[in-house]
């Protein structure tokens, strides 16, 4: 690697005020990510991750500390400046798919590629879906598709914005182990083709085919490296 | 261009998606926009039908009345006008002759025993050209006619007592009229009788103008003269001209000249259209106010219910401008749908005030056309209302985090206010309570929900209260009147009489009455005061056994002079019991009368709304230097003898001018204002409509939001009867809670409508605030009944629910 980082995290913190307590879901998170990596943050429920996703994403600011993402400082950085970023540089994979219900799959895409393109020539719809198998359902909605289709219109609505961060967050937590691979072989693949691909989960199995392995404990990083044993192969899972 | 196109197709999805919904919040900004158009083009198609109908018949402009009792030859008075300086601009002038009469028009089923006037007009070549008159049934008068006795009825006596249009009149003393049609005549567009009141059951009979020489005993005389002066002629001169010319010609004979604009019925009827649109005003702006809340409530509940799409967009980059894009959409959309909706209800409402009006005041040219301009109008307050509507949620919501606006738990979160509930020891299983942990764990969507009702409930409790308080004034004012003697009746003599006059002992001494009052009546002013109040004085006999007034405050047994007043008028005077005011009143001297001020203190209060109705004891006579003088007589039937029967009885004496019993006086005041409140129904019926929508669409929309709810106790194994019965308690609670809300807000709506409005409005009225019962049942049936069960028109979705769909993350 030796790169630039694309994502870089120092002293990060966030702290929530409930009620007269203040809980902290992230303390002192320091990552640096290098572009094309496939990185799996790893914890359990209430750790952090989806806290530390949603920094990295721009959709909430650290309490403390700063983050930087494709050369963008997000903190102290404008409403305004936060959207673009979202638009131009992000792409978020939800557990729970965030379709829009009144779109078909391909309106579904191309609405993210015409948002993130702004009259700008992108990607075609249709050629994105077909690349995640879904050549065939092109022209239904989220209801009439299987919560593995809906990912793959997630993922293929996250590559059709050409951004060079994937965040995922759970993406096969909803998916049953068949269609769980399929959608993490999609993922692996974006890695391959450079696009640098954060997922988080707590799922111990899909950290094994990670370059890297960011674990969280308590809102603080308890491990960072290479899957014990190496990186295994997508075949080989199983959970 | 393709974008465009996906944001329509996603906004007809949006809507598709909540038709019953989009198709209610339409409908109610429909009845808003449609309800303010109809109203507000009301109007202006009277006031062109008016000025139409004056126009078609030829209204006069200058009017020149002989004083009471006085004529002239109609040939004298022509030549006078022909021989002014500025006779040229004389388009057309025609003599008259008016002379009272008392009319029998009975039918088999109704004794129609009236006052009234027989008006004899110039009928040569097609005449009269001055004040026409239009035809509605049967035929006009003809030059023919002159020879016998034929007549035109006026509409209104036909229409009031539902008389074929041809027929027999009979006139006191035997005389009988053929009539040969029914028609209308400007001066005659609403009945006055010779008093001047605008409620007098009143027959006009039109005959040729020889006819009523004959009849009336004043061969070739006349004691009216009616103009129409040329376009852009100098009208001031010949007004002053005619004055002088017909005084010189008359010599003592006084006369009155009267210009088209001061026409006593012409101003009631465009008096009447400025007040009436007053009150249209504020139904229209209450109903819109209510729409537009109604369409607010519910466009924030849609908007909330993208909340977590909206979040998506964020998370996707897209602007906050663009995001706005699809509920705007929505909201344009709805609002244009609601608009074209509007249209046809202000239609439909315009058709059913022209058919009300139309009945009411018939006239000969009715304009109903299309008011573009004002439905114009309508329109667009119809569109910016719920687009304002839907901006200000909108823009709430792209103002959240976007971490919060993905987040599937954060608006139940803190769990509302149910842990105060938590610490209640309510009886019963967690499934009872639900309905009630529902109601308050989530108190913005409960507040949301019980405003949208609370709005439409405070909308019908404003604007039915309002008729339920003119109701409640005419029947206040109807006891008052009728008080303990339905029986009585009042005989107006037709002019003053000496009491021991042959006419007036005639009737005092009638064998077939038990009891006859002889008095006055007078007008008069009040002061102090802004300009003074106008009142109608009636001299009775305080003690009398045959009816007083009610003294609500002060006591009617007195020593001195002193005035019995109005609540309405002693509070418009700011005076009370034992305080002094000025009447100004007329005062025999000579042969003719002089206005004379009399300080006069209160004696009492009477509860009459009306504030121009004033008593003073018959032994103050005095004061107008009128002792032993009367032009009013009150009686009562002697025992056996039946009120028909003194009418017929009367009917024909000398002296007599009409008599009318007191259940008549005040049911012709309740016939007229009924048809008002016809009016009212209307509007009242468009709000009943747009109140079940607001509860109905609020409910449904808050059952919407527990769809993930429900389909967790489905799973749990619930019946679908039990979840309706969740919801069923839920609605309940807050159709209560919405209904509470919504009367106290609604009376408190009309105390203030009451207070500050119509006061100004109707000046002469004392209208009393009142909510009544079955105003209150209707809401709280609306409020409570319909809202409760309106979970029960989801029992088809919710059976057909597919339960792991909604199960997952509501997308």
Not at chain 1, 121 to 132: I, N, W
Not at chain 2, 617 to 624: M, Q, R, T
Request: hydrophobic share 45%.
């Amino acid at each position: 690697m030796g790169s630039v980082p694309v994502i870089e995290l120092e002293a990060v913190g966030r702290h929530y005020e409930v009620g007269d307590s203040r809980v902290t879901a992230l303390h002192d998170v320091d990552l640096s990510v290098e572009p094309g990596e496939f990185l799996v943050v790893l914890g359990p429920s209430g750790c952090g991750k989806t806290t530390l996703l949603n920094l990295i994403g721009a959709l909430d600011t650290p309490s403390e500390g700063s983050v930087r993402v494709a050369g963008h400082a997000l903190e102290g950085a404008g409403r305004k400046d936060l959207f673009r970023f979202r638009r131009e540089t992000v792409s978020f994979v939800f557990q729970s798919f965030n379709l829009f219900p009144a779109l078909t799959a391909r309106e579904n895409v191309q609405f993210a590629v015409d948002v993130a393109r702004r009259g700008r020539p992108g990607p075609d719809a249709s050629e994105v879906l077909e690349r995640v198998g879904l050549a065939t359902r092109m022209d239904h909605f989220s209801h009439q598709l299987s919560g593995g289709e809906q990912q793959r219109v997630a993922i293929a609505r996250a590559l059709a914005t050409g951004n060079p961060v994937l965040l995922a967050d759970e993406p096969t937590g909803e998916l049953d182990f068949r269609t769980g691979v399929a959608i993490l072989e999609l993922l692996h693949e974006q890695a391959h083709a450079g696009v640098t691909v954060m997922i988080v989960t707590h799922n111990r199995e899909i950290s094994r085919v990670a370059d890297r392995v960011v674990e969280l404990s308590s809102g603080t990083v308890v491990g960072d490296g290479p899957p014990p044993g190496g990186t295994a192969d997508i075949a080989s899972l199983h959970w | 261009m393709r974008g465009l196109a996906l944001w329509l197709r996603w906004s007809w999805r949006d809507l598709r998606a909540r038709w019953l919904q989009v198709a209610a919040i339409a409908l109610i900004i429909a009845i808003g926009s449609g309800t303010y158009s109809g109203l507000t083009s009301v109007s202006a198609w009277r006031q062109a039908s008016y000025d139409a109908s004056y126009d078609a018949l030829d209204m006069y402009d200058l009017r020149v009345a002989l004083t009471t009792g006085s004529f002239a030859d109609a040939d004298r008075l022509l030549a006078a006008a022909a021989a002014i300086p500025h006779a040229a601009d004389i388009a057309a002038a025609e003599p008259r002759l008016e002379v009272p009469i008392q009319v029998d028009a009975s039918t088999a089923d109704e004794l129609v025993l009236v006052p009234g006037r027989l008006v004899g007009v110039d009928v040569r070549d097609g005449g009269p050209h001055v004040s026409g008159i239009a035809t509605v049934e049967g035929r006009g008068l003809r030059p023919d006619d002159a020879a016998g006795d034929t007549v035109v009825v006026d509409e209104h006596l036909v229409q009031r007592h539902d008389l074929a249009p041809t027929g027999t009149l009979r006139l006191s003393g035997g005389r009988e009229l053929r009539y040969v049609g029914t028609g209308l005549s400007p001066e005659n567009f609403f009945p006055v009788d010779d008093r001047g009141s605008v409620f007098a059951d009143f027959a006009v009979v039109y005959a040729p103008l020889s006819t009523v020489q004959r009849v009336g005993g004043h061969p070739g005389q006349a004691n009216r003269l009616v103009l129409r002066v040329r376009p852009g002629a100098d009208r001031d001169a010949v007004e002053r001209e005619i004055e002088d010319a017909l005084a010189a010609e008359l010599g003592d004979v006084g006369l009155t000249v009267t210009r088209q604009e001061d026409d006593q019925v012409l101003r009631l009827l465009y008096d009447d259209i400025e007040g009436d649109q007053r009150f249209y005003d504020i139904f229209a702006v209450l109903i819109l106010a209510g729409a537009t809340f109604a369409a607010f409530n519910l466009t924030v509940r849609i908007v909330e219910a993208q909340r977590r799409e909206i979040g998506i967009g964020m998370a996707l980059g897209v602007p906050p401008r663009t995001i706005a894009v699809r509920p705007m959409l929505v909201g344009a959309q709805v609002a244009l749908l609601g608009v074209a909706f509007g249209v046809g209800v202000g239609l439909l409402i315009d058709e059913l005030m022209a058919d009300l009006l139309s009945g009411f005041f018939p006239l000969p040219v009715w304009e109903f056309a299309f008011r573009p301009g004002i439905f114009l109008r309508g329109a667009a307050l119809g569109l910016a209302l719920p687009l304002a509507a839907t901006a200000v949620p909108v823009r709430r919501a792209v103002r959240v985090t976007p971490v919060e606006a993905v987040s599937t738990t954060h608006r139940t979160a803190s769990g509302g206010l149910a842990p105060l509930l938590s610490r209640l020891p309510l009886p019963g299983s967690s499934v009872t309570q639900m309905p009630f942990r529902n109601v308050l764990r989530e108190p913005r969507r409960t507040l949301l929900t019980a405003l949208g009702i609370a709005a439409a409930i405070t909308t019908l409790i404003g604007v039915i209260g309002m008729v339920d308080s003119f109701v409640a004034t005419i029947a206040a004012g109807d006891d008052e009147i009728v008080g303990d003697t339905p029986d009585r009746l009042t005989v107006d003599l037709d002019g003053f009489a000496l009491v021991d006059a042959p006419e007036v002992t005639a009737i005092t001494d009638d064998p077939m009455l038990r009891a006859a009052e002889t008095g006055l009546t007078l007008g008069g002013t009040l002061e102090p005061g802004d300009d003074g109040i106008d009142v109608a004085l009636y001299t009775v006999d305080l003690q009398s056994d045959l009816w007083v007034p009610t003294a609500v405050e002060g006591d009617l047994d007195h020593d001195g002079p002193g005035l019995v007043l109005s609540e309405k008028a002693a509070a418009d005077l700011g005076v009370g019991v034992g305080d002094d005011v000025t009447l100004r009143h007329p005062r025999r001297e000579g042969v003719g009368y002089r206005w004379v001020e009399s300080e006069l203190a209160v004696l009492a209060l009477h509860p009459n709304p009306y504030r121009f109705i004033v008593y003073l004891d018959d032994e103050w006579a005095s004061l107008f230097d009128l002792e032993g003088v009367v032009n009013t007589v009150r009686v009562a039937p002697a025992d056996g003898v039946t009120v028909p029967d003194v009418q017929r009885d009367l009917f024909g004496q000398e002296g007599v001018a009409s008599v009318v019993p007191v259940t008549d006086l005040a049911r012709s005041v309740r016939d007229q204002i009924d048809e008002v409140f016809g009016i009212f129904r209307v509007i009242e019926g468009a709000v009943l409509l747009m109140a079940l929508l607001i509860a109905f669409n609020a409910t449904s929309i808050n059952l919407d939001e527990r769809a993930r709810e429900n389909a967790t106790l489905f799973a749990f194994g619930l019946p679908v009867s039990r979840v309706v019965l969740v919801a069923v308690t839920e609605s309940l609670v807050i159709g209560v809670l919405g209904t509470v809300t919504g009367v106290i807000a609604g009376r408190l709506l009309l105390a203030w409508l009451m207070a500050a409005i119509v006061p100004g409005t109707l000046p002469d009225i004392g209208v009393v605030t009142y909510l009544s019962a079955s105003t209150v049942a209707t809401a709280l049936v609306l409020g409570v009944l319909a809202v409760t069960i309106a979970p029960l028109l989801t029992v088809r979705r919710l059976r057909r629910m597919d339960i792991p769909s909604t199960l997952r993350v509501v997308e």
